[in-house]
């Protein structure tokens, strides 16, 4: 269905639509666990679990989390080793050392995440991917929402059984003598890979070096390396783009 | 209340890091998050994580027993029989009652 041109073929039976706009809905669509979400918060709001403003206050909060805590945590394990040792024994715990509580803010974590967490830690014969092949498991208080690619099933089904090739989609080749260690997040136990200090960065503060320490480098599809700060993926046009004369199907709706 | 904090125990787990086990080959009941892709394959204890409720029972809000979740390595060649490289690994995770030892 063609969007924005609804009021042509909804039956309002006014040619000369242009006289009769009606306001359009912004979404056509809502899925059964949309409907559900919604349900499930109006009864809690009307139970008093919790008010509609506390609601919006925490999804917006939940929505502001960055992957910046994850990227200053690896700086501080690559600096300073005592600290990367805390962070093997006991991630959450480590994880206050750089102002993040895990159990925050509803003292038992956020509502739909568990506070298992391990870091994954790369050398330079061992890397390793997250993936949840049953959902979209992601740890969250620490690199914030995920990226929407990581939810599809494409990458899902496909990086449990061609691991290596969904990486060379993402630009990383791996030499044969690298083992490539896929960890599906399909539990309770959350996850983040801990890179390879790149070369290049020797006398770097923790500052420069959480600066190369993308989202991308911490799930495992992207290597840090001097100047690459950000998660850049191409956009390729289509080949062949849609015609102007065909965008709108009249007949089918 | 942390989600596997809890005022029950379960036994020690049966296995420790380095058992060798076998994911368990059973129908899927309802409701499970083990995956069929490890079902019947050979993996080693990489980890043991906490005790928790089975998602068998979690998914029904049914207040069960508390179980011993492992990490579980397996090679990539144990579960797709053609895959190209000796050295790659997968992890997954698993309460302990989809877990069998496997003799030495």
Redesign the interface.
């Given at each position: 269905m063609s969007t924005g041109h609804r009021h042509d073929h909804a039956g309002d039976g006014h040619a000369d639509h242009d006289h009769d706009h009606k306001a359009a809905p912004m979404v056509e669509e809502i899925t059964d666990y949309e409907v559900l979400e919604i349900a499930v918060r109006e009864l809690a709001i009307e139970h008093g679990l919790f008010t509609a403003e506390d609601h919006r206050r925490f999804t917006e909060w939940a929505e502001s989390i960055g992957p910046a805590n994850g990227s200053r945590l690896v700086a501080k394990c690559w600096t300073d080793p005592a600290f990367k040792a805390r962070v093997m024994k006991d991630a959450v715990k480590a994880c206050k050392e750089i102002g993040l509580d895990w159990l925050e803010p509803t003292g038992s974590g956020t509502p739909s995440d568990y506070t298992n967490f391990i870091v994954l830690e790369d050398t330079p014969t061992l890397h390793h991917v997250i993936v949840c092949t049953l959902c979209s498991c992601y740890p969250r208080p620490i690199l914030g929402m995920s990226p929407e690619w990581y939810r599809t099933t494409n990458y899902r089904r496909r990086l449990v059984r061609w691991p290596r090739e969904v990486l060379a989609e993402f630009g990383l080749l791996l030499p044969p003598e690298v083992e490539v260690r896929v960890e599906d997040s399909n539990q309770k136990c959350r996850f983040m890979v801990l890179p390879v200090r790149p070369d290049g960065t020797k006398n770097w503060t923790e500052e420069q070096l959480a600066a190369i320490v993308t989202r991308d480098c911490m799930i495992g599809v992207a290597l840090p390396s001097p100047g690459r700060t950000a998660d850049v993926h191409p956009i390729h046009k289509a080949r062949r783009p849609v015609q102007a004369s065909v965008q709108h199907g009249s007949a089918a709706e | 209340?942390?989600?596997?904090e809890t005022t029950k125990k379960a036994a020690a787990g049966r296995f420790k890091v380095g058992d060798r086990v076998k994911v368990k080959d059973m129908p899927n009941m309802f409701y499970t998050?083990?995956?069929n892709?490890v079902r019947g394959a050979v993996g080693t204890i990489a980890?043991c994580?906490?005790q928790?409720l089975i998602?068998e029972d979690e998914a029904f809000n049914f207040d069960g027993k508390l179980e011993q979740?492992y990490?579980v390595?397996f090679r990539?060649k144990d579960?797709?029989e053609e895959y190209p490289?000796d050295?790659?690994?997968?992890?997954?995770?698993?309460?302990e009652h989809w877990l069998e030892p496997v003799g030495k």
């Open positions: - | 209340m942390k989600a596997n998050r083990t995956q892709y980890a994580t906490y928790d998602p979740y990490i390595r990539q579960l797709w490289f050295n790659d690994t997968l992890q997954t995770e698993t309460p």
